[in-house]
Nanobody, 124 residues
Framework: QVQLQESGPGLVKPSQTVSLTCTVSGGSITSAYPYWSWIRQPSGKDKEWLGAITESGSIYYTPSLKSRISISRDTSKNQFTLQLSSVIPEDPAVYYC????????????????WGQGTQVTVPS
């Protein structure tokens, strides 16, 4: 069973960069699933797909965040990472990493495995 766990700072100041890591166990990020995604959910709002890295290393971003987002991976550690730069007050959310076979999916049913989520807060 593939398991995912997010890690990273919970508090980020405006204009700084937040870096989150998803550590994967029980399967390889190069073969277990086609898509390894980052998804966030602000309080009271729907989930938003941020981007994904494929099992072969191709990377895709949501257009609205393309200028501020970067996704990478470390296959030796079986991890993939999200960096969001120039953090703004609209960025606070629970950030999830997820894996599955549906590109761009945010529903629980569209991703086979999910991390527990990590809260990112931006003080005003």
């Amino acid at each position: 069973q593939v398991q995912l766990q997010e890690s990273g700072p919970g508090l980020v100041k405006p204009s700084q960069t937040v870096s989150l890591t998803c550590t994967v166990s029980g399967g390889s990020i190069t073969s277990a699933y086609p898509y390894w995604s980052w998804i966030r959910q602000p309080s009271g709002k729907d989930k938003e797909w941020l981007g994904a890295i494929t099992e072969s290393g191709s990377i895709y971003y949501t257009p609205s965040l393309k200028s501020r987002i970067s996704i990478s991976r470390d296959t030796s550690k079986n991890q993939f990472t999200l960096q969001l730069s120039s953090v703004i007050p609209e960025d606070p959310a629970v950030y999830y990493c997820a894996a599955g076979e549906v590109f761009g999916g945010t529903a629980r049913s569209e991703n086979k495995s999910w991390g527990q989520g990590t809260q990112v807060t931006v003080p005003s």
